[in-house]
T-cell receptor, first 116, second 114 residues
Framework: DGGITQSPKYLFRKEGQNVTLSCEQN?????MYWYRQDPGQGLRLIYY???????QKGDIAEGYSVSREKKESFPLTVTSAQKNPTAFYLC???????????????FGNGTRLTVT | AQKVTQAQTEISVVEKEDVTLDCVYE???????LFWYKQPPSGELVFLIR??????QNEISGRYSWNFQKSTSSFNFTITASQVVDSAVYFC???????????FGRGTSLIVHP
């Protein structure tokens, strides 16, 4: 079955450590996204990529980094510069946006990151 | 700039009641798309509907219906005869500005009691 796999489901880190969240999709989608979800805040866009080897900052990119070396993969690194990293992180993918009719996003199950 | 407001943080109903989730949006673009997603306790958001700015027809899908009104910039979602399985967080989203990267509202948590 096609879908998006995020791993791990739960992640615990000490403050000051970088941590990388995995996101893999086998939907053959061009575009991939990272959102952060906090209670009462909804989903906020961190980074997105519409094509391999290219990505753009979203609304809250500070303290995060990404790479898009393969179409299927879009890992997110939460760096020590991110002031409040504890959150639920959602990865999504879609067919290319900005065409005649934007396609809906397909989401993974998320990774809950706790930094202490 | 685009913005989505879901003023209802949490709604609690008893099974079989009808419930409407409100969504108000802001955009300067004349071409835009609106979406609703459902997030069950498992965490994965599930796409429910997409509507473009040129199509104001209401839509019904089983117990779900959507009312799009450009005059009030609203795209409300009604669940008829709610069921316990409808308990979830529902997000409204807006895509505009050419790239159509969706901006999400804060979500409405719906709790349906048996």
């Amino acid at each position: 079955d096609g879908g998006i796999t995020q791993s791990p489901k739960y992640l615990f880190r000490k403050e000051g450590q970088n941590v990388t969240l995995s996101c893999e999709q086998n939907l053959n989608h061009d575009a991939m996204y990272w959102y952060r979800q906090d209670p009462g805040q909804g989903l906020r866009l961190i980074y997105y990529s519409q094509i391999v080897n290219d990505f753009q900052k979203g609304d809250i990119a500070e303290g995060y980094s990404v790479s898009r070396e393969k179409k299927e993969s879009f890992p997110l690194t939460v760096t020590s510069a991110q002031k409040n990293p504890t959150a639920f992180y959602l990865c999504a993918s879609s067919m290319s946006q900005g065409v005649a009719r934007p396609s809906p996003l397909h989401f993974g199950n998320g990774t809950r990151l706790t930094v202490t | 700039a685009q913005k989505v407001t879901q003023a209802q943080t949490e709604i609690s109903v008893v099974e079989k009641e009808d419930v409407t989730l409100d969504c108000v949006y802001e955009t300067r673009d004349t071409t835009y798309y609106l979406f609703w997603y459902k997030q069950p306790p498992s965490g994965e958001l599930v796409f429910l509907i997409r509507r473009n700015s040129f199509d104001e027809q209401n839509e019904i899908s089983g117990r779900y219906s959507w009312n799009f009104q450009k005059s009030t910039s609203s795209f409300n979602f009604t669940i008829t005869a709610s069921q316990v399985v409808d308990s979830a967080v529902y997000f409204c989203a807006l895509g505009s500005g050419g790239s159509y990267i969706p901006t999400f509202g804060r979500g409405t948590s719906l709790i349906v009691h048996p």
